[in-house]
């Protein structure tokens, strides 16, 4: 168990729904991270969360928006997708923001198909 | 062009046999870390090395840090189905921002 959850695995939307993504760490991390996984791409840094405060935003589209309401719980709401945004979201902690050697305990991901 | 490019994208390998694969840049990292995703998982971490040509094992993987540290390669030694998987590297640059490659998909049949 890498304790890190998310909710839900498995998520078809419609290009005009509104959804969200849920992510709860139970590790006592500090650092809370949202990735985006395409099939033969690096991974992609979304946006990074220090003590709940937001401190990066990778020029994500706006139809993506954050929200850490604590340092235990991420959120991403998605609205007005498109297909190209069907992908594995990944969730992630660690100890610190910016620590070269520290682990980051991924959580089993969302897998989003926007219809 | 990616920043860190791992190769091969994918490898099919019978067990019992070994294997590479590699990670490489023109960038040098202050640390790289190595992952392994299996299908409906997130990644975990297998190794972080540090230091230009520091060499890790665990079990029958050995991971190695280039001289340079701009590259890492990671040996499997007798491969078994359950290293099937999804291998990523990810290094660290020097403002200690972490990058990731597309990884290496392997199957390893009985």
């Known amino acids: 168990e890498t304790g890190v959850t998310q909710t839900p695995r498995h998520l078809v939307m419609g290009m005009t729904n509104k959804k969200s993504l849920k992510c709860e760490q139970h590790?006592?991390?500090?650092?809370m991270y949202w990735y985006k996984q395409s099939a033969k791409k690096p991974l992609e840094l979304m946006f990074v969360?220090?003590?709940?405060?937001?401190?990066e935003n990778n020029s994500v589209p706006s139809r993506f928006s954050p929200e850490c309401p604590n340092s235990s719980h991420l959120f991403l709401h998605l609205h007005t997708l498109q297909p190209e945004d069907s992908a594995l979201y990944l969730c992630a902690s660690s100890p610190r923001v910016r620590g070269n050697t520290d682990t980051q305990y991924f959580g089993p991901g969302t897998r989003l198909t926007v219809l | 062009t990616q920043l860190l490019e791992q190769s091969p994208q994918f490898l099919s390998i019978q067990e019992g046999e070994n294997l590479t694969v590699y990670c490489n840049s023109s960038?040098?990292?202050?640390?790289l870390q190595w992952y392994r995703q299996e299908p409906g998982e997130g990644p975990v971490l297998l190794v972080t090395?540090?230091?230009?040509?520091e060499v890790k094992k665990l079990k029958r993987l050995t991971f190695q840090f280039g001289d340079a540290r701009k590259d890492s390669s990671l040996h499997i030694t007798a491969a078994q189905p359950g290293d099937t998987g999804l291998y990523l590297c990810?290094?660290?640059?020097?403002?200690?921002?972490?990058?990731f490659g597309a990884g290496t998909r392997l199957t390893v049949k009985p």
């Open positions: 590790l006592g991390h500090n650092a």
């Open positions: 090395v540090v230091t230009g040509g």
């Open positions: 990810a290094g660290a640059l020097n403002n200690n921002d972490m990058r």
């Open positions: 960038s040098v990292f202050s640390s």
């Open positions: 969360y220090n003590f709940k405060e937001q401190t």
